[in-house]
């Protein structure tokens, strides 16, 4: 059974950088997409990217120039890093494995506040 | 980006009786390999949110038989045959045939 693990910082200030990682345990790292979604009270849910082993990406439009996702495969880890965080980048966000989200992380509620 | 369009906001449901939840597309979802890559979740409070159903009417692994799901090209629907206490959340549809994935606004189920 697949389950993904989530942490990261929680509190950010304005023009900081968001960073999460996701550890992937149990069944094949290599067979799928690896997928990023935020949960915010006035957007609801956003897609943000995904990237597959080999470090394949793609990445919501909106948010391209912010975003950058990685994959250490040694650790079966994917990483999301959004710069110049904003008030609007609170959200709880998730991990999540394929771009149809199949099974997701617990989340991890991100606040942005001076 | 493709806009997703669920129907009601709210529905108040009686334990026992069927509920049904409407999503519309802004284009078609059905791709020529054949598949229509349209997604129903449900969020339980404090809990992410749970694939139920899968390419339109698939149910994903473990999900009760009195959720379904139909519809084809833009409207979509989904089924409980008899709403359950634990039934009650936010219903999400989702579309993934085009870049960026895009999720409806969703809809709450709760127990009247």
């Known amino acids: 059974q697949v389950q993904l693990q989530q942490w990261g910082a929680g509190l950010l200030k304005p023009s900081e950088t968001l960073s999460l990682t996701c550890a992937v345990y149990?069944?094949?790292?290599?067979?799928?997409?690896w997928s990023w979604i935020r949960q915010s009270p006035g957007k609801g849910l956003e897609w943000i990217g995904e990237?597959?082993?080999?470090?394949?990406?793609n990445y919501n439009p909106s948010l391209k120039s912010r975003v950058t996702i990685s994959v250490d495969t040694s650790k079966n880890q994917f990483s999301l890093k959004l710069s110049s965080v904003t008030a609007a980048d609170t959200a709880v966000y998730y991990c999540?494995?394929?771009?149809?989200?199949?099974?997701w992380g617990k989340g991890t509620t991100v606040t942005v506040s001076s | 980006d493709i806009v997703m369009t669920q129907t009601p906001l709210s529905l108040p449901i009686t334990p026992g009786q069927p509920a049904s939840i409407s999503c519309k597309s802004s284009q078609s979802l059905l791709r020529s390999d054949g598949k229509t890559y349209l997604y129903w979740y449900l969020q339980k409070p404090g809990q992410p949110p749970q694939l139920l159903i899968y390419e339109v009417s698939s149910r994903f692994s473990g999900v009760p038989d009195r959720f379904s799901g139909s519809g084809s090209g833009t409207d979509f629907t989904l089924k409980i045959s008899r709403v359950e206490a634990e039934d009650v959340g936010v219903y999400y549809c989702l579309q993934s045939i085009q870049f960026p994935p895009t999720f409806g606004g969703g809809t709450k189920v709760e127990i009247k």
């Open positions: 999540a494995r394929r771009r149809y989200m199949d099974v």
């Open positions: 990237i597959n082993h080999s470090g394949s990406t």
């Open positions: 149990g069944g094949s790292f290599s067979a799928y997409y």
